[in-house]
């Protein structure tokens, strides 16, 4: 019997059932979140009922100014990306509905508890008492590390295990918190919408994964590795969700005033530029000139990847719009002849193109905010407004804006680093066959995890719409 065969025959005997495991982890790592909770995470001074009493201390004029009523509508909108964008996004695989709404809400629902004491302990942890102590901020930083998580998952999607989804979110969490500690403390690098810390770590993350998870025999379910008309209406949902919040997903941490009034106007002006490019590579690169909408999904986001860096930034509304412009091109060429290359010759199988909405644009973005950090004046921001972008004060008061560039590059190499050899190591774990991941020829279909009605209608063998993995060239 050939090595195929005894593969393949291996491949169709693993077992999906997770009966035991995925209750096991569920309740023991929530019996810890409890404890641990309970030891460390308190109230900061903007929730605790002795707010009064900080008011007066710090000559606060009014309940309005406690940041809760700054934060909390950015919050709202960075919260629907995560659950419903992210979620609905994934949800074009025709067969694999249940499993991208379902699973993305298991991870985001564990990784923002997780979160929440990493970046703690990394954070606002307070050396007098040992406390962690929490406010809204807080929270939307808890949404951006699961982001980052969810984003792995993009390229994993219907391959793993909800165990398996679960292991790489404990891992991610903590990699995320340490390499964010780097970037924005020990580097001092900006990056108020991650284009660097979320979105090209997440996406490097996940690629990493994914490619130490190869499955040379994944064509056996290459009848549901792709989409039908009603899953990308689906889908094409939650890309509307996410377009819209983005601006609020950029600018949700920056500083009060100028800088996230400028993050907001900067990242609208970049995804509505991303729109018309993306719009127009898909169809020049199409029969006939029709678009696919796989390009539409998921190209059209990339402005608001590559701007999360210099969002803040003295950018100006034209530069918003080139970047916008570029990363459309970037990320629809992408979907169109990089994802079968990487494929080809790499062996990396990525489900839902991470790399060329997240990876690229995220690592185009935070080398775009090294160049525009690099070359920022006394003129266009005045002292004071250098000082406040930049934070340029205590320890890093004597940094010049050509030093900040260069650390802003450094912080970039440093997110992609954590993002390969953090997957890598998280890859050869999850590798281990104790998850109940599925076999090769059983992928992208909800059955293996999910109660599915009967009333579900059945793929015939000849169904082939769309496929997001799987392209061929373009008839020029």
Same mark, same amino acid.
């Given at each position: ?16 059932? !997770? ?23 308190? &109230?900061?001074?903007? %929730? ?51 499993? %991208? ?5 298991? !991870? ?95 996406? &490097? ?23 039908? &008309? ?32 400028? %993050?907001?106007?900067?990242? &609208? ?49 034209? *530069? ?7 990363? *459309? ?75 900040? *560039? ?10 992609? %680093?954590?993002?390969?050899?953090? *997957?890598?190591?998280?890859?050869? !774990? ?47």
């Amino acid at each position: 019997m050939s090595i195929r065969r005894q593969f393949t025959r291996c491949s169709r005997s693993a077992s999906t059932n !997770v009966r035991v495991s995925l209750p096991a982890v569920c309740f023991v790592w929530q019996i810890a979140m409890i404890v641990l909770f309970g030891v460390f995470i308190r &109230y900061n001074e903007e %929730a605790d009922t002795h707010w009064q009493e900080f008011r007066r201390e710090n000559n606060i004029s009014s309940d309005i100014e406690n940041d809760f009523y700054f934060r909390y509508p950015s919050f709202q909108d960075v919260h629907v990306m995560i659950f419903v964008g992210f979620g609905f996004l994934m949800t074009f695989l025709k067969r694999y509905s249940f499993g %991208a709404v379902g699973f993305n809400f298991l !991870v985001a629902a564990f990784g923002i508890q997780w979160a929440l004491l990493m970046q703690g302990w990394f954070h606002t942890l307070d050396p007098a008492t040992g406390k962690i102590l929490i406010g809204v901020e807080n929270l939307i930083n808890a949404d951006f590390c699961v982001a980052g998580c969810l984003i792995a998952y993009g390229a994993l999607l219907g391959k793993v295990s909800p165990v398996q989804l679960l292991v790489l979110t404990l891992f991610g969490v903590t990699l995320f918190a340490v390499e964010e500690y780097i970037i924005l403390d020990l580097l001092h690098a900006r990056d108020a919408g991650g284009s660097m810390v979320i979105h090209a770590f997440g996406g &490097y993350y996940g690629l990493a994964i994914s490619w130490v998870l190869y499955r040379p025999n994944l064509n056996l379910s290459k009848r549901l590795n792709g989409s039908v &008309y009603h899953s990308d209406v689906f889908a094409m949902i939650g890309t509307l969700f996410l377009w819209m919040f983005w601006p609020s997903f950029n600018s949700a941490i920056t500083d009060h005033g100028d800088g996230q009034h400028r %993050a907001a106007i900067n990242t &609208y002006l970049a995804l509505a530029s991303s729109v018309l490019t993306a719009v127009g590579i898909s169809s020049v690169t199409q029969k006939k000139g029709k678009l696919d909408m796989v390009h539409i999904q998921n190209a059209t986001l990339a402005g608001g990847v590559a701007m999360g860096t210099a969002a803040e930034f003295m950018i100006t509304p034209y *530069g918003s719009l080139i970047v916008g412009f570029c990363c *459309g091109i970037i990320s629809t060429f992408g979907y169109v002849f990089v994802t079968p290359l990487l494929e080809k010759y790499l062996k990396l199988q990525d489900t839902c193109g991470v790399h060329n909405l997240h990876a690229v644009p995220g690592m185009l973005g935070g080398f775009i905010g090294a160049i525009v950090a690099a070359s920022a004046t006394e003129e266009v921001y005045s002292r004071e407004g250098l000082i406040n972008t930049f934070d340029f004060e205590g320890d890093f008061a004597d940094r010049t804006v050509g030093t900040q *560039g260069g650390f802003q590059a450094a912080a970039c190499c440093v997110a992609i %680093a954590f993002g390969i050899v953090g *997957g890598g190591c998280v890859g050869l !774990v999850l590798k281990i066959p104790i998850w109940g991941d599925p076999a090769d020829d059983n992928c992208y279909d909800d059955e293996a995890y999910w109660e599915v009605p009967e009333d579900d209608e059945s793929i015939p063998p000849i169904l082939e719409y769309n496929n997001h993995m799987i392209h061929k060239l373009p008839d020029l």
